[in-house]
């Protein structure tokens, strides 16, 4: 988790998104207790989306559970050319995972990855640099990367 992402932060940043969002201590207590102990980055990357995504005075708790729900599971895929969403048992198991995305992602053409990271970008403000080795990558922009590929139907195998 980027040192940066905490509870904290994140409420700094949905007051940054709805600004004239006037909560009660009601749903600030609520706000806390769903959100207060999950991924901060994940649910960073939700609150952005959910703002993106929706219209309203202030945000909802179903529209940031729903968009952290997508992170989750991008983030938690075990098997990545099937598209099973399961969570990792072990580290190895982990990072054996973001190597097989990885290697996945090679398979694409320089046009193809540029036009995705573009997607990306726009949606997550996550820069993915598509001239460096997926290894370079943050495990958020394989992740990222390989939910617009699958997406767009590009898929190999």
Known sequence: MNGSDTWMSNRFLINGLWP????TDDEKELFNKAFGNLNQE???IAIE???MNNVGKKPYVKWIKAEFQKVKEVNTKRDFK???HTKAETP???NSQFVQAREYIRKFPM??????A???QKKTSISIDVTEDPDSWSKMAVGMMLTILEKKGNGHG
């Open 82 to 84: 099937q598209d099973i």
């Open 92 to 94: 190895d198991e982990f």
């Open 49 to 51: 989306e959910a703002a």
């Open 118 to 120: 573009k997607i990306v």
């Open 111 to 116: 046009g193809t990855l540029e036009e995705c």
């Open 42 to 44: 994940w649910l960073r």
């Open 20 to 23: 004239d969002a006037d909560f």
